[in-house]
T-cell receptor, first 110, second 113 residues
Framework: GQNIDQPTEMTATEGAIVQINCTYQ??????LFWYQQHAGEAPTFLSY????GLEEKGRFSSFLSRSKGYSYLLLKELQMKDSASYLC???????????FGTGTRLKVLA | DADVTQTPRNRITKTGKRIMLECSQT?????MYWYRQDPGLGLRLIYY???????NKGEISDGYSVSRQAQAKFSLSLESAIPNQTALYFC????????????FGPGTRLTVL
């Protein structure tokens, strides 16, 4: 079957660093995506990994290990506006379908 | 102007009614998707289309149908709405390049009483 696991909830303090993990088992792999979603709003794209390693974009970084079926999203210098859900999604090869995890709800405390 | 729009944004209806949710995009993308989102279940794929003549079922297509009227328009219909179809519905598009991501519309909150 196809499965993506990520923690349901995390809490961190403003200014800190937080790492959100994602493990996946899918039939085929054509990229891993991270999205941010504020409550009641549309998901917005944060990062994309298709090769192993780290991709950095400002305060956000994402890591991928294809052999381990593992990714993480690293958020640095947390701000209150980073309080949101973070969705991990795998795009399956050939079909361009996306499988989404259930999301990790991050609360940033002052 | 938004690149991906959905109408209506909110809808309350009764069991048994037929409902259509519409999605339009100005991104020129061929690929379009319909998802529903429920608390604790994440985004689940209902239908997807890679061009006007290509329609595919997703993981939860029962009770839904779609129409791809043009490259820019993709509609989702609930033929006879039931309460467990109460959810937040998102349309998304994607371009052809492998590096492209999905772009989501603002969502339609549907309540079936």
């Amino acid at each position: 079957g196809q499965n993506i696991d990520q923690p349901t909830e995390m809490t961190a303090t403003e200014g800190a660093i937080v790492q959100i993990n994602c493990t996946y088992q899918t039939s085929g792999f054509n990229g891993l995506f991270w999205y941010q979603q504020h409550a009641g709003e549309a998901p917005t794209f944060l990062s994309y990994n298709v090769l192993d390693g780290l991709e950095e974009k400002g305060r956000f970084s994402s890591f991928l290990s294809r052999s381990k079926g593992y990714s993480y999203l690293l958020l640095k210098e947390l701000q209150m506006k980073d309080s949101a859900s973070y969705l991990c999604a795998v795009r399956t090869s050939g079909t361009y379908k996306y499988i989404f995890g259930t999301g990790t709800r991050l609360k940033v405390l002052a | 102007d938004a690149d991906v729009t959905q109408t209506p944004r909110n809808r309350i209806t009764k069991t048994g009614k037929r409902i259509m949710l519409e999605c339009s995009q100005t991104k020129g993308h061929d690929r379009m998707y319909w998802y529903r989102q429920d608390p604790g279940l994440g985004l689940r794929l209902i239908y997807y289309s890679f061009d006007v003549k290509d329609i595919n079922k997703g993981e939860i297509s029962d009770g839904y149908s779609v129409s791809r009227q043009a490259q820019a328009k993709f509609s989702l219909s609930l033929e006879s709405a039931i309460p467990n179809q109460t959810a937040l519905y998102f349309c998304a598009t994607q371009g052809r390049r492998g590096t492209d991501t999905q772009y989501f519309g603002p969502g339609t909150r549907l309540t079936v009483l």
